[in-house]
Nanobody
Framework: QVHLVESGGGLVQAGGSLRLSCAVS????????MGWFRQAPGKEREFVAA????????RYADSVKGRFTISRDNAKNTVYLQMNSLKPEDTAVYYC????????????????WGQGTQVTVSS
């Protein structure tokens, strides 16, 4: 029904930048908040960033605040995560998700998830 496809991951040196994209199917994209989560091996999935349907409200995990920026282009049904000043601790699989209500940090507030894209940051 609803499909989310992440892209833009890869290998980058510490201090470098990457931009992740998430393409979402359907014609009601602007009605939903969107979020980014990440999961490292042996760790629980953690919240990274979220944005409201209009793009007017955003929230970030403390670990990425000031370094990452979430944005969206509703005309293209796409949400982005610009990642600057990357650290080895940012290494994880990054997942895009569609929100049921607003830009919450709770993964239970999201109803559809992408398959993820790998981000690896070398020291």
């Amino acid at each position: 029904q609803v499909h989310l496809v992440e892209s833009g991951g890869g290998l980058v040196q510490a201090g470098g930048s990457l931009r992740l994209s998430c393409a979402v199917s359907g014609r009601t994209f602007s009605m939903y908040a969107m979020g980014w989560f990440r999961q490292a091996p042996g760790k629980e999935r953690e919240f990274v960033a979220a944005i409201s349907g209009s793009g007017g409200s955003t929230r970030y995990a403390d670990s990425v605040k000031g370094r990452f920026t979430i944005s969206r282009d509703n005309a293209k049904n796409t949400v982005y995560l610009q990642m600057n000043s990357l650290k080895p601790e940012d290494t994880a699989v990054y997942y895009c998700a569609r929100g049921r209500v607003g830009p919450t940090i709770n993964p239970g507030g999201y109803d559809y998830w992408g398959q993820g894209t790998q981000v690896t940051v070398s020291s």
